[in-house]
């Protein structure tokens, strides 16, 4: 069985300031690790996703996230965060070798002040 | 990009009466589909697996009778919930893996059920 954690439930953090928002993993076999992004309300938008090759990915809105297997992590980053960022960020990870099925984290909320 | 588009986002219905939601898949052809529960604050639970022309899968705990689910065709899933209570309010989201790409599962929008 695999699972996800996501060691902070809520990140504060003020407009303009890095953030970094952790996520270990815990599986027997190779897996794909993916970060979301969910706005109030609505479904799930892909940030970044890293299957293999360069450990550091790179997403949209400036995003990146950095596998690490030693570690079994995957840790989000962004170096400058705006208000529009505020929002609930999940971990993910699917097993390499049979089905879609994602299974998820607990969720982060970030919440970002002016 | 791949498009999932999932309809109604929101609905409010009175106890005893069934609600369908419906996951379509805009630009792909989907033979899987994933039907996912949120709880306020809480992370997505997998509720089931809809399988295009044949049963769908539950997962541990979900009543099958209860969360009823249909695939019939490439592009449809629907997921209807029957007699509705209270504690059924919850914001279900489904995903669809798009075959080309079977690495990202692209989600709709969600639907806020509120039974009252």
């Known amino acids: 069985a695999q699972s996800v954690t996501q060691l902070d439930s809520q990140v504060p953090v003020f407009e303009e300031a890095p953030v970094e928002l952790r996520c270990n993993y815990s599986s027997s076999v190779s897996v794909y690790l993916f970060w979301y992004v969910q706005y109030p309300n609505q479904g799930l938008q892909l940030l970044l996703k890293y299957l293999s090759g360069s450990t550091l990915v790179k997403g949209i809105n400036g995003f990146e996230a950095e596998f690490n297997k030693s570690q079994t992590s995957f840790h989000l980053r962004k170096p400058s965060v705006h208000i529009s960022d505020t929002a609930e960020y999940f971990c993910?990870?699917?097993?390499?070798?049979?089905?879609?099925?994602?299974?998820f984290g607990g969720g982060t909320r970030l919440m970002v002040k002016p | 990009g791949a498009v999932v588009s999932q309809h109604p986002s929101r609905v409010i219905c009175k106890s005893g009466t069934s609600v369908k939601i419906e996951c379509r898949s805009l630009d792909f052809q989907a033979t899987t589909m994933f039907w996912y529960r949120q709880f306020p604050k809480q992370s997505l639970m997998l509720m089931a697996t809809?399988?295009?022309?044949?049963?769908?899968?539950?997962e541990q705990g979900v009543e099958k009778d209860k969360f009823l689910i249909n695939h019939a065709s490439l592009t449809l899933s629907t997921l209807t919930v029957t007699s509705a209570h209270p504690e059924d309010s919850s914001f279900y989201i489904c995903?669809?893996?798009?075959?080309?790409?079977?690495?990202?599962?692209?989600f709709g929008q969600g639907t806020r059920l509120t039974v009252v």
């Open positions: 995903s669809a893996p798009k075959q080309a790409l079977n690495t990202e599962a692209f």
């Open positions: 993910a990870v699917r097993k390499n070798n049979a089905g879609n099925m994602l299974t």
């Open positions: 809809s399988n295009e022309g044949s049963k769908a899968t539950y």
